[in-house]
């Protein structure tokens, strides 16, 4: 028998949470578990804080031959290592800026002196 450590999925639609269970890998995904060794939310802020496992028994089923699972293989050897990076803080906090719309009635007014003296300067050009 084929044993893999998993994830196995509880919560609601767009709030998952899972437990880190010992299985049958032909078992389905939310089948019959052999044992639970641990939690996954991932709906926490607090990286940290995210994973909880029980690490005698991860590494009891690890030493007599169970596979976890890439993503569980991560999260066991962060949890280890207590490696859970940086978290983002959001970008500080600035007041709008206000736009002028004054400035832009002067350049209307350019504009129109200049394409006259263009007309005119062409009217005295042809004749």
Known sequence: M???IRMKRLGRKHRPYYRICVMDS???RDGKTIEEIGT???MIRDKSQRVSLKLERVDHWLS???????KVAVLIRKFKESDWGETKSPPPMTPPQEKKPAEEEAPAEEASAEAAETEEATAEAES
């Open 64 to 70: 007599v031959g169970a596979q976890p699972t890439e």
């Open 26 to 28: 032909r078992s389905p």
């Open 40 to 42: 996954y939310d991932p």
């Open 2 to 4: 084929a044993v893999r």
